[in-house]
């Protein structure tokens, strides 16, 4: 059973010719949604480390123009968990469909501003306080966009491949990476510092609305899963879900959120705090750790589905704590090469620092997802995945900045990595693991908790 968008439900199942077209494009949507979302993304996040300290914070000095651009970057990450609330609330009422939809022309719209946006040498102080609005846009909308579009690809596929077709979501991350980061550095490279500090940042963003086009069209062909057409047929979507999934679930939440630590604040670093501390240590060109950035990225666009169909065969925890583990584990040796390593050295160790995060980072959708039933999953794994934000991926630049500045040793970041791994250790082991669950029974988790 699906849902139409004439809100009448009609009978297509995963396994017949009509479902299996439906899967793959929705599949399809998941990936090309969130690569658009997170295409967006990281363009501010490298725009926050390449050019916004001395555009939007001229009068600071170098250390505070990276804080005041990191915080900016912050703002972003804790209005992730309000959007996940908000589009989580929605998503459970209405569906996963509309709701991403909406989500999507946020997202796109706020970044298209970002690049026609003058700096503070034109309009003053209203010049940060435009970007941190839209900032809080943008976090709104990626906050209400990932479970939705990991529940879009989950609840339309083979339920014993959760794992693999969750991952289409997460696919999005390096895929948005290349291609933001990746347009930032061809401009970089190919203008002048003058022309690319002027105006070559801003075409990568006003080239997102181009891509929320493409996005809308592909979202516009796919039906609601069939797994929340049957609530809507039978009558039972919650009145309240994001409350319900509080109280009912807020141990799933809280140990969804922790499992992410070790996922998403070194990523963070790796990603975008690598960009300034590399450049400030040595006289390597930005366009070299642009590179390096690009080709873990793009290695990492094949790790994610292998890593994801490992969790479906092996389970997800698995899969999962061996990340965790080498995530711990690389942290000393990582700032240690940053620090005294010659190119060669620093090129492999940003390219080998993806590897433990697509470990995390494919089976997550799945481990996230099956957490919470149907009817409360849109808001439940919303939350859990997006409460990391405020307190792991958010800060985690900011920090490692003031860290820096305070130790005067990144080791002290080493460290920080190694806190995060061990709270995702104990989180993923007290996590349940539903690799094998029913999914779209919801009595099997009231049974669970009963």
């Given amino acids: 059973m699906v849902l139409g968008d004439n809100g009448i ?6 396994d017949s010719k009509s479902g299996r077209v439906q899967v793959r494009r929705a599949a399809l949507a998941s990936a090309i949604g969130t690569t658009i979302e997170w295409y ?24 505070a123009g990276a804080m005041q ?28 469909k509309t709701t991403l939809i909406v ?28 970007l941190v609005l839209l ?17 879009l690809a989950m609840e339309w596929g083979d339920q014993k491949k959760r794992g693999l077709l969750g991952s289409f979501a997460q696919i999005g991350v390096p895929v948005g990476l290349v291609l933001g980061t990746g347009g930032m550095t061809l401009l970089s490279a190919t203008l002048s510092p003058e022309a690319f500090d002027s105006w070559g940042w801003r075409l990568p963003f ?29 009558g039972e979507t919650a009145k309240t879900p994001v409350l319900d999934a509080i109280r009912q679930h807020w141990r799933e939440i809280l140990l969804s959120s922790g499992v992410r630590f070790s996922e998403q604040m070194p990523f963070y670093l790796f990603t975008s705090y690598v960009l300034i501390y590399v450049v400030a240590r040595h006289e390597f060109s930005k366009t070299f750790v642009l590179n390096a950035v690009l080709v873990g990225a793009a290695l990492e666009l094949l790790m994610i589905p292998l890593f994801s169909q490992l969790s479906d065969r092996y389970g997800r925890k698995k899969v999962y704590l061996t990340g965790v583990v080498l995530t711990g584990l690389i942290a000393f040796p990582y700032f240690a090469i940053l620090t005294s390593g010659g190119h060669a050295l620093v090129f492999v160790i940003v390219v080998v620092s993806f590897i433990p995060h697509a470990l995390q980072y494919g089976p997550q959708a799945a481990l996230i997802g099956e957490s919470f039933p149907t009817h409360l999953r849109y808001g439940g794994a919303g939350l ?3 409460l990391a934000s405020v307190f792991a991926g958010g800060p985690a630049p900011l920090l490692a900045t003031w860290l820096l500045h305070q130790t005067g040793t990144p080791y002290s970041i080493s460290g920080y990595i190694v806190l995060s791994a061990i709270v995702s250790v104990f989180c993923v082991i007290w996590l349940k693991d539903r690799s094998n669950a029913d999914i779209d029974d919801a009595s099997v988790y009231r049974r669970a908790r009963a």
């Fill in 384 to 386: 859990g995945y997006q």
């Fill in 69 to 96: 651009s990191f915080a900016t970057y912050a703002v972003g990450f804790a209005a992730r968990p309000v959007g996940a609330a908000i589009f989580g609330h929605w998503g459970d009422r209405i569906g996963r």
């Fill in 103 to 130: 989500t999507l022309l946020l997202m796109g719209v706020s970044s298209g501003v970002v690049g026609l946006l003058p700096g503070t040498s034109a309009i003053g102080f209203a010049a940060p306080l435009i």
């Fill in 206 to 234: 006003l080239a997102s609305l181009i891509l929320v086009a493409i996005g809308l069209v592909i979202r516009l062909k796919i039906l609601e899963t069939p797994m929340f057409a049957k609530l809507v047929e039978k």
């Fill in 135 to 151: 900032r809080l846009v943008q976090g709104i909308a990626i906050g209400g966009e990932w479970s939705g579009s990991v529940l």
């Fill in 40 to 63: 967006d993304f990281f363009l501010y996040n490298t725009a926050a480390a390449l050019v916004f300290p001395h555009l939007f914070f001229p009068a600071s000095s170098a250390y």
């Fill in 9 to 14: 439900t009609h009978k297509v199942e995963p």
